[in-house]
């Protein structure tokens, strides 16, 4: 009988450890979390908007969105959107380097994904307290805690959208592929979930540059003039251009919204991202859970609407967005002058210039030689 799954804390911890391969450890006082690094932490909060507990913010969280930093919002346009960039003046408004300037714990230390049940938000707020109090005596950093907020009550797992996405993103990264989440899409078609794309060359380029490791997301590529280069790798095993598109539900057993994606001929292959039990729909593949938190991931019976000349337009336009947040490693004064010695200026025409002209590995390179001079 296909049903969704009850998603508690146990299934989150398991979610994250043997699906993910992320290690459990025990927190005094607080029970079972996930151990990631900074960066990782980073990156999961981004995609998942999981605060960090935070004793100054209002909420005692600290939350980061994938929403913040946006250079687009509509595929194969080029209009900038308010975000990573500030339309003001084109300075960078809003990068890693900011986000640490403003909370510089995001930066160092092993953090905590600690899933949390939230009844009500008044009952959550006092048991944020109560372990914000815990982790001080004891002599802790609660801003190395990660809250999962797990809505009680109802079926499935409302309000863990994003958590899925960042598992699914998290999946196809470890398969080689870079990686996004709530993508810029076609006006009137709607905002795919996750995506993940070959694009052989600059793949290439970012894994030799340590720009991402085995694969990685647009967000890790931000993260370099904090966190440091990944490992740089020599090759890669993907040759061949790809595009995959999915969407998560966690509160219905379908996603029919996929077929206005796959109807664009763009991607090789689709999933609904769903944690159920069900076999896969003949429109798209399944991307699920077992009881013990592994993934499962079920391929779709029929292919789908598949173009190589739509999907070489699009992966093109992916290709141009990607250098923007390989940028956002730089301050505003190191983007300037490196337009400047391209006879450029902080503008938009003459940053679609700049990222026109220059390839990924021109764009790493330029952007590693400005890192290199602080």
């Known amino acids: 009988m296909n049903r969704l799954m009850k998603i508690d804390e146990e299934l989150i911890l398991k979610i994250l450890c043997n699906g993910l391969g992320f290690e459990t450890v025990e927190l005094p006082s607080l029970g079972s979390a996930i151990r990631m690094d900074a960066r990782e932490a980073f990156v999961y909060s981004v995609i998942t908007s999981h605060g960090y507990l935070d004793g100054n913010e209002p909420d005692n969280l600290y939350r980061l969105t994938r929403d913040a930093f946006r250079v687009f919002n509509q595929a194969l346009q080029y209009d900038f959107q308010e975000g990573v960039f500030s339309l003001s003046d084109m300075r960078l408004a809003c990068t890693v380097n900011h986000e640490v300037l403003r909370k510089p714990y995001l930066s160092y230390g092993e953090k905590f994904i600690l899933p949390l049940r939230q009844r009500t938000y008044k009952e959550f707020q006092s048991i ?9 005596s004891k002599g802790l950093n609660p801003n190395d805690l990660i809250i999962c907020p797990i809505k009680a009550g109802g079926s499935g797992a409302v309000g863990l959208e994003s958590f899925f996405e960042y598992v699914a993103s998290r999946y196809f990264k470890g398969e080689g592929f870079l990686t996004d989440t709530q993508i810029p899409f076609f006006y009137g078609v709607g905002t795919p979930d ?38 740089g790798r020599e090759s890669t095993e993907k040759s061949k251009a790809e595009a995959i598109v999915g969407e998560v539900k966690t509160s219905q057993l379908a996603a029919p919204q996929i077929m206005k994606y796959t109807d664009t001929r763009i991607f090789n292959s689709a999933y609904e991202i769903i944690p159920c039990a069900k076999s896969p729909e003949s429109y798209a593949g399944l991307i699920t859970i077992d009881a013990t938190g592994r993934l499962v991931v079920l391929e779709s019976s029929q292919p789908i609407p598949f173009s190589q000349m739509k999907q070489k337009e699009y992966l093109d336009w992916i290709e141009q967005y990607t250098k923007f947040y390989l940028l956002t490693n730089l301050r505003t004064d190191e983007l300037e002058l490196m337009l400047g010695n391209s006879g450029l200026r902080l503008n938009r025409h003459d940053l679609l210039e700049f990222t026109r002209h220059n390839s990924v590995q021109s764009v790493v390179a330029q952007v590693d030689f400005h890192l290199s001079q602080r």
Request: charged content about 20%; aromatic content about 8%.
């Open 128 to 136: 944020l307290k109560q372990i914000l109090d815990k982790m001080i």
């Open 194 to 231: 996750v995506a993940a794309y070959v694009i052989p060359e600059s793949l290439e380029a970012l894994k030799k540059s340590g720009y991402i490791d085995v694969g990685g997301s647009l967000i890790d590529l931000m993260t370099i003039s904090v966190f440091g280069h990944y490992k």
